[in-house]
């Protein structure tokens, strides 16, 4: 095995077990204790005009909106799971283009170059994941609660470099072709999560910075 897809097989062994420890697993269904669904999608909507892609953002969240009710911190996980579990996808998809029939050497390189970058970009939104747990628990003070949202800033911004890095190994017209276009619409996609992901952790660490 290739040491990037070893990498990126050790990578997806850290973070699967927040994937099904989450508990955003699968939308929840709604039950007579439930609040409001309207009132959870309403949140859930205004709480995504703030990205830059709301329409994405909405159809990310709203199957999740009776779990996230209207908590910002729990709307800010949800944003992060969803988007680890893109990603995911995305980089065990390209991963699989390094044997694809008629590749061509530069884009072999430029795939091995993207995988090792979609995962250390896995690495640091399951950080986040954690971290962002940690957030708010009881005992803990504003500094180490500001400190703790600060990390979880850097690293989504992180990962979301990662990502538009990878598109960077397929610059210029002789890298034009079938491998490019698969690549590119899927990383574009969840970069567009991502940086949804980034604005509501933001926007949760904006009300609570003094």
């Not at 409001?36 to 329409?55: D, E, K, L, M, Q």
């Not at 988007?83 to 430029?110: D, G, H, N």
């Not at 703790?148 to 979301?160: K, M, Q």
Request: proline letters at 4%; a positive charge.
């Amino acid at each position: 095995m290739e040491p990037k897809l070893t990498h990126l097989c050790y990578c997806l062994l850290l973070f699967l077990p927040l994937l099904s420890q989450s508990a955003i697993a699968k939308p929840a269904s709604t039950s007579p204790s439930s609040p409001n669904p309207i009132n959870s999608i309403n949140f859930v909507v205004s709480s995504c005009r703030t990205t830059r892609y709301a329409s994405l953002c909405i159809k990310c969240l709203a199957p999740f909106a009776s779990k996230i009710r209207h908590h910002e911190n729990r709307l800010a996980q949800t944003a992060l799971a969803v988007t680890l579990v893109r990603v995911r996808s995305t980089t065990v998809y390209v991963a699989k283009l390094t044997t694809a029939r008629r590749i061509k050497r530069r884009e072999y390189l430029a795939v091995k170059d993207c995988v090792e970058t979609l995962g250390d970009g896995l690495e640091m939104l399951a950080q986040s994941m954690r971290e962002l747990k940690q957030v708010g628990r009881s005992g803990r003070g504003q500094d180490e609660f500001l400190w703790r949202l600060s990390n979880v800033e850097t690293w989504v911004s992180a990962a979301l470099t990662d990502e538009m890095t990878c598109l960077d190994g397929f610059d210029g017209k002789v890298m034009d072709g079938v491998v490019k276009s698969a690549i590119r619409r899927r990383v574009v996609h969840v970069a567009r999560v991502t940086s949804n992901a980034l604005a509501l952790v933001n926007r949760f660490a904006a009300r609570h910075k003094p």
